[in-house]
């Protein structure tokens, strides 16, 4: 499992524990498992309330709707086929209220993903997002209405063998996670570029 080369005694260990691997076993993920995911991420702030996240998933459980989610994915992404489930995120792109755009969906989808990925880290289970996927063949493959857009994918397994990828990607998966410098991340009072 790749390591963080720094850590900090200011954030809880549930989320530098948090790790993105590509190397998944093909141990099943349970319906209720998914469920337990999608329930933390239905608990996430957003902006008026409008909660504009979606879900679609599939675990292996079931092939043919596991094999539809698995052909969005791009080819650099294959290696994802090997989790126990697949999703996409789909954000709400108007208001509930008046039907207006909501530009913070994708924040909003963002602040539910992240809760599904902490959900599952405590739960022993690994989740990768991926930007990797076409998203025009989400929308028609998985019926998704005008007025949503997939935003993500993700792959949710247990970690597997990094030596099952190929190069370069098991270098990556074995490299130590790096952060950018939190100076380079925050700044107080106005913008300062380093």
């Known amino acids: 499992m790749s390591t963080t080369t720094e850590k900090s005694t200011a954030t809880h260990t549930l989320i530098e524990s948090r790790w993105s691997p590509r190397a998944f076993s093909n141990e099943p993920v349970s319906g209720e498992q998914m469920e337990a995911l999608f329930e933390a991420a239905r608990w996430a702030p957003s902006a008026m309330n ?35 489930a697949l999703f996409v995120s789909i954000a709400k792109t108007g208001y509930d209220y008046d039907g207006s755009p909501n530009k913070h969906a994708w924040h909003d989808v963002g602040l539910a993903t992240g809760n599904l990925l902490l959900q599952a880290t405590g739960m022993g289970l690994h989740a990768h997002m991926m930007g990797g996927f076409d998203a025009a063949k989400a929308k028609q493959a998985l019926g998704i209405p005008e007025g949503f857009e997939a935003v993500a994918m993700g792959a949710v397994g247990y970690v597997g063998d990094p030596e099952s990828l190929p190069e370069p990607l098991r270098t990556r998966e074995l490299a130590p996670r790096q952060r950018k410098p939190l100076n380079e991340l925050a700044f107080k009072g106005e913008w300062k570029q380093q």
């Not at 879900?55 to 989790?83: C, H, M, P, V």
């Open 50 to 84: 409008e909660q504009p996240w979606r879900f679609i998933y599939a675990t292996r459980e079931d092939e043919a709707a596991f094999e539809k989610l698995g052909s969005i994915l791009l080819e650099g992404n294959s290696w994802a086929r090997q989790a126990g």
